[in-house]
């Protein structure tokens, strides 16, 4: 059974950092990626980065590039968003999810921050900055 744990939110400062881990288990292939999304209260989830476990490719939502970097642990099965100079506006729930069809999707063009292209979900981990 595959499963996603997150963790890692908390509060900080603005200007200041947080390291959200997502572990991966029952995966028994790697052409899979993992995407961070966020929600905020009264928003719609968004894409926030994501990462190829296989090949390492990473892409990101302009509004978090040179921030945030999205790293892979393969040896750990765990997927890791370092996020640096952080803004009120990142005031969120973060999720980690796996889409399990990732070269699929690249070949037909799909775009990586689509909710509904992602086949496992984490549960959330707040992150708030205050201002």
């Known amino acids: 059974e595959v499963q996603l744990q997150a963790s890692g939110g908390g509060l900080v400062q603005a200007g200041g950092s947080l390291r959200l881990s997502c572990i991966a288990s029952g995966f028994t292939r790697d052409d899979y990626s993992i995407a961070w999304f966020r929600q905020a209260p009264g928003k719609e989830r968004e894409g926030v980065s994501s990462i190829s476990v296989r090949d390492g490719t990473t892409e990101y939502a302009d509004s978090v590039k040179g921030r945030f970097t999205v790293s892979s642990d393969n040896a750990k099965n765990t997927v890791y968003l370092e996020m640096n100079n952080l803004k009120p506006e990142d005031t969120a729930v973060y999720f980690c999810?796996?889409?399990?069809?990732?070269?699929?999707?690249?070949?037909?063009?799909?775009?990586?921050?689509?909710?509904?292209?992602?086949?496992?979900w984490g549960q959330g981990t707040q992150v708030t900055v205050s201002s």
């Open positions: 999810a796996a889409d399990l069809d990732y070269y699929t999707r690249i070949w037909a063009g799909g775009p990586w921050y689509a909710v509904a292209e992602y086949d496992y």
